[in-house]
């Protein structure tokens, strides 16, 4: 499976971006996918997942402000995100959990919020 992240950008806070992660290949042994981010200086951190069954999961500090989705016919998920803050500036990575038990990665999107 491979994951492509686009959609990052600079945005003033307050803002809202939508990130995109499509998934191309052998789409069918995906059992989840999700979105992680990494702050200079600061290790990689889960923002939110979604499981094939749709169920969703948030980190505390996004709740309520990130809305992850997904298109299955697409095989593509969405992360919203809204009211963003400058503590929301990372590289933002695409993950796919894979059937039995493998994971792969996307390559990173940037996101910089500025104050």
């Known amino acids: 499976v491979q994951l492509q992240a686009f959609g990052g950008g600079l945005v003033q806070a307050g803002g809202s971006l939508r990130l995109t992660c499509s998934a191309s290949?052998?789409?069918?042994?995906?059992?989840?996918m999700g979105w992680y981010r990494q702050a200079p200086g600061k290790e990689r951190e889960l923002v939110a997942t979604?499981?094939?069954?749709?169920?969703?999961n948030y980190a505390d500090s996004v709740e309520g402000r990130f809305t992850i989705s997904r298109d299955i016919v697409k095989n593509t998920v969405f992360l919203q995100m809204n009211d963003l803050a400058p503590e929301d500036t990372a590289v933002y990575y695409c993950?796919?959990?894979?059937?039995?038990?493998?994971?792969?990665w996307g390559q990173g999107t940037l996101v910089t919020v500025s104050s």
């Open positions: 979604i499981t094939t069954r749709g169920d969703t």
């Open positions: 993950h796919a959990i894979l059937w039995p038990d493998d994971d792969t």
């Open positions: 290949g052998a789409t069918s042994s995906i059992k989840g």
